[in-house]
């Protein structure tokens, strides 16, 4: 089996099942995934506590690994060995059967990885998709809207030239995360608007946020546009599914946009994605997250 470590977001989460999958259906073999890294319902070193999330999904093909299992797919020696490499070097160990990411790129060497392994990692690339993108599109089906005001919109934007537009600041301005992600400028979202405003007609925006206070201060439209900030809690992941449901989006330096940009099938869509995703993170390879497809403001 492939076992893979889960962590972080719902964007996170669904860049490591999606490269789980990849590598199972490759290698014929099975996934599970490993969850105890979620099991912290507190904040733990200024690190947002989340809950596992890829329970909205009813495609899914993996279950949670149980106690026994996980002992087998992450060896104690194996562990160890991890713990002195990381000491050593700074980065964690590549073994066919113990494989951690050392950093934000895409891995060519994920070919030593074995159908019995422990994977750790963030996984954020397009190209782990490439292989298996129908495969990853099946499992990542939304369960259907019910409630009224999602359908409403849902109507909106599916009858219009929708365009989502995703504004992340909340967890993003505290102090550690602004060290490492930053907030997209303000001068991004207006060139954004701008260029798609030029080559669509009768744009209609649908603007995402968690700072809506913010957005209404500082961004101003002329065009058609609605503010979506109803789906919270366990309804969260309904903003990622009306912004794929949208026809182009303008996404913020955040995994949980970039899903919705993914799965928008729209054949003739317009992305557009930030040119700084991250503000210090070491052998980050932009080109390897973005698609060449997307534009970079």
Same mark, same amino acid.
Request: hydrophobic fraction near 40%; proline fraction near 4%.
């Given at each position: 089996?492939?076992?893979? @470590? ?46 596992? $999330? ?9 279950? %949670? ?21 990381? %000491? ?9 059967? +113990? ?29 782990? &998709?490439?292989?298996?993108?129908? &495969? ?14 999602? &359908?409403?919109?849902? @109507? ?31 001068? +991004? ?43 919270? $809690? ?12 949208? %026809? ?27 040119? %700084? ?8 390879? +932009? ?11």
């Amino acid at each position: 089996m492939i076992c893979i @470590e889960l962590f972080g977001g719902l964007g996170n989460q669904m860049f490591q099942y999606a490269f789980g999958a990849a590598l199972a259906e490759t290698r014929n073999t099975n996934l599970v995934l490993d969850t105890t890294s979620l099991d912290y319902p507190n904040e733990l070193d200024g690190i947002t506590p989340r809950p596992y $999330g890829l329970n909205i999904f009813p495609n899914l093909v993996a279950s %949670k690994v149980s106690g026994n299992d996980l002992k087998k797919a992450k060896p104690l020696y194996l562990r160890m060995l991890n713990y002195l490499v990381y %000491k050593l070097t700074g980065n964690g160990i590549r073994h066919s059967q +113990y494989y951690i990411q050392n950093a934000r790129f895409y891995d060519e060497k994920i070919a030593r990885i074995s159908k019995q392994c422990y994977v750790s990692g963030y996984w954020q690339s397009y190209k782990y &998709l490439l292989s298996c993108d129908a &495969l990853i599109r099946s499992h990542f089906q939304f369960p259907a809207i019910k409630d009224e005001k999602n &359908l409403r919109l849902i @109507e909106q934007i599916e009858s219009t030239e929708s365009v989502s537009i995703h504004i992340r600041r909340s967890d993003y301005l505290k102090a550690h995360n602004m060290e490492t992600h930053g907030v997209c400028s303000l001068l +991004y979202y207006k060139s954004a608007i701008d260029y798609i405003s030029k080559k669509i007609k009768n744009p209609v925006f649908f603007i995402f946020s968690d700072d809506m206070d913010w957005v209404v201060a500082n961004i101003n439209i002329q065009y058609p546009n609605f503010y979506v900030n109803h789906n919270r $809690g366990r309804d969260s992941f309904r903003d990622m599914q009306l912004m794929a449901a949208c %026809k182009h989006n303008i996404i913020a330096n955040s995994s949980f946009s970039w899903w919705g940009g993914w799965l928008n099938d729209t054949s003739e869509k317009i992305i557009i994605a930030p040119a %700084k995703w991250f503000n210090n993170i070491k052998g980050f390879v +932009y080109s390897d997250l973005v698609p060449p497809t997307w534009i970079s403001l």
